[in-house]
């Protein structure tokens, strides 16, 4: 009887070392090249709608502008807001709960289920503008996009229920227009409130002294979802 090879666990294990650099690692290369993309369309869509409204709006104490830092962040001034389009610089693969995961797209190909990431944030303009550390600004929409282009958008924004059908939709320069214009649109239809009276009853000398540079009591947004601090006690 032969003597059977013995399987040197060494070269078996370079072997599937050498699978995973050349697929799951040249995977997230191409998907996160996509989506860096997939996002310089954005901000030229961002540009280009700018460049529109400024030309139907006149009034310049109306800020519409922008400002890019580095290739993979912008920050649209629109009105009294500021949309912060931030590029992820990882891939990642959605979770084994999410229920995407049942569908038949990500059963067929489970690298579907790997994405790049956009975030969208919205600020108070003077949060950014007076350096107001302690402001809060808020997550408005993640866009995913995965490796051939299908995408998802999950938010706060009208744009996480018309987009949820990962499967059938695709990027498209019409996507980016409306993406865009969705977000602004959002961010100018909520207002700065005024927080609790009991919650800036009491200030400290050094924030007595900050005042007169700017006020340094925290501000933000109602972004059109209930607050903790509004729910009654006994809920």
Not at 75 to 97: M, T, Y
Not at 167 to 190: G, H, N
Request: hydrophobic letters at 40%.
């Amino acid at each position: 009887m032969a003597k059977e090879q013995k399987i040197n666990p060494i070269l078996q294990n370079r072997i599937q070392l050498t699978q995973l650099l050349e697929h799951k690692s040249a995977l997230k290369q191409d998907i996160a090249e996509d989506c860096e993309k997939v996002f310089v369309e954005l901000k030229e869509k961002i540009k280009s709608e700018l460049t529109e409204l400024r030309s139907i709006v006149t009034d310049e104490r109306v800020r519409l502008h922008y400002n890019e830092r580095g290739s993979g962040e912008i920050h649209v001034f629109i009105g009294s807001d500021v949309l912060v389009f931030s590029l992820h610089q990882n891939v990642f693969r959605l979770p084994d709960a999410n229920p995407l995961w049942g569908t038949g797209y990500f059963q067929k190909d489970p690298s579907n289920g790997y994405f790049g990431v956009i975030y969208v944030y919205n600020f108070l303009a003077e949060s950014l503008l007076q350096h107001r550390l302690s402001d809060s600004g808020y997550l408005i929409a993640r866009i995913f996009v995965n490796k051939d282009r299908h995408f998802f958008v999950e938010g706060r924004t009208q744009l996480a229920s018309i987009f949820r059908d990962v499967e059938q939709q695709l990027w498209s320069e019409q996507i980016s227009t409306l993406v865009v214009q969705m977000c602004f649109a959002y961010a100018l239809s909520f207002d700065l409130y005024i927080p609790p009276y009991e919650l800036y009853d009491e200030i400290s000398v050094q924030q007595m002294h900050l005042m007169g540079e700017s006020l340094k009591l925290q501000t933000g947004k109602r972004l059109g979802f209930r607050m903790k601090s509004d729910e009654p006690e006994n809920m």
